[in-house]
């Protein structure tokens, strides 16, 4: 069993810019592929960014958030982080992370992944 759990969420106004961490549990922490994904009311939950297990030495971002956000890990510490950057109104909503233990790369589909927090908000002002 993994728990994961999301802090550093808030509000902030446009053009700000906010650090999300994730901690997880578990020894193997650095063999999970990690992932950020986020959930507008009235919209399906959508991938954000992913890592790579292990180094970290891969990552993927949503075309909406490249260039603006950077996920990284520290697996000395168990934790994945996602910073945001520019923030935009259309960034609002509530921020997942989660863990996929098998594969190695992250995957950009909700299914794929094996656990997940419970999320932090995100509101994002203009």
């Known amino acids: 069993q993994v728990q994961l759990v999301e802090s550093g969420g808030g509000s902030v106004q446009a053009g700000g810019s906010l650090r999300l961490s994730c901690a997880a549990s578990?020894?193997?922490?650095?063999?999970?592929?990690m992932g950020w994904f986020r959930q507008a009311p009235g919209k399906e939950r959508e991938f954000v960014a992913g890592?790579?297990?292990?180094?970290?030495?891969?990552?993927y971002y949503a075309d909406s958030v490249k260039g603006r956000f950077t996920i990284s890990r520290d697996n000395a510490k168990n934790t994945v982080y996602l910073q945001m950057n520019s923030l935009k109104p259309e960034d609002t909503a509530i921020y997942f992370c989660?863990?996929?233990?098998?594969?190695?790369?992250?995957?950009?589909?909700?299914?794929?992944?094996?656990?997940w927090g419970q999320g932090t908000q995100v509101t994002v002002s203009s």
């Open positions: 989660a863990a996929e233990l098998a594969r190695g790369l992250a995957p950009r589909t909700v299914y794929e992944y094996d656990y």
């Open positions: 578990g020894r193997t922490f650095s063999s999970y592929a």
């Open positions: 890592i790579s297990s292990w180094s970290g030495g891969v990552t």
